[in-house]
């Protein structure tokens, strides 16, 4: 397996939950991580913690000027070069099925599909040079079926297809491609998106945990691992990764 050490890593929303818990870990191996999202007040908290391996810059990356901007500053931190992409930004969208409105669909994708795969395919002329990998994060929510959560589940059910597609296409270019599909992780995405307060998001993650096999939720830096196996195994690409605690298995311990 290819070393931590000396990569130049992009982390999407590395200003919290599982982008930060990857800059953390792979910084700690020796990586140079380049970290982008929207709070920069987040992305500095990340930085001052980590120390100088990690390079922040704030964008959205649904705006293709910011996009630029992101992997810029990802080939300068990381000498000319990037290693991986990681696509961890998103947002969580609920909405019941007889209540579909067009333009919070279309949003839905603009951000959790159309602004990763076009960032991936900014950046793949740099990872052609480094045979390098793309991961995209997913999530059980194509595995077990939670009813209101259809815009989400979708996206994420999408970036699957894509990363198989991708994998195949960029194949003999050397560039490997995986999606991680994470179980209950306790982040900020649901109290960033406004659908619960915090002590509703707690309680909810409390009555999720036996859902899982293992009895509880994960952590960031859980599934900050099945991240690193897929940026450094060099004969794996194509999978879906369920780094989930076994949620997709469909036990309960209730």
């Not at 990569?7 to 700690?28: H, N, P, Q, Y």
Request: proline share 2%; net charge negative.
């Amino acid at each position: 397996m290819r070393p931590i050490e000396g990569m130049s890593i992009l982390v999407t929303g590395g200003g919290s939950g599982i982008g930060a818990d990857c800059a953390k870990r792979f910084c700690e191996q020796g990586a140079k991580v380049t970290i982008s999202g929207r709070r920069l007040e987040k992305l500095e908290q990340v930085q001052a913690e980590i120390g100088e391996r990690c390079h922040i810059v704030q964008g959205d990356v649904t705006c293709d000027d910011d996009r630029k901007r992101m992997l810029q500053a990802a080939l300068e931190h990381g000498d000319s070069r990037l290693d991986a992409l990681i696509n961890n930004a998103a947002n969580m969208y609920r909405q019941p099925v007889d209540q579909y409105r067009e333009e919070f669909l279309r949003d839905a994708f603009d951000t959790n599909v159309i602004s990763a795969m076009m960032l991936s395919s900014a950046a793949i002329p740099y990872l052609e040079e480094s045979a390098g990998a793309i991961v995209f994060i997913g999530s059980t929510h194509t595995k077990r079926a939670f009813p209101g959560a259809s815009p989400y589940a979708t996206t994420k059910a999408a970036l699957e297809g894509l990363t198989k597609v991708m994998a195949a296409e960029l194949g003999l270019r050397q560039i490997r491609v995986g999606c991680i599909l994470p179980g209950a992780v306790s982040t900020e995405l649901n109290l960033r998106a406004g659908l619960f307060s915090a002590e509703e998001a707690n309680a909810r993650y409390d009555a999720v945990a036996g859902l899982h096999a293992l009895g509880r939720i994960g952590t960031g830096t859980e599934v900050a691992e099945g991240v690193e196996y897929l940026i450094r195994a060099e004969w794996v690409t194509g999978v879906a990764l369920e780094v989930d605690g076994g949620i997709g298995l469909g036990v309960s311990h209730f």
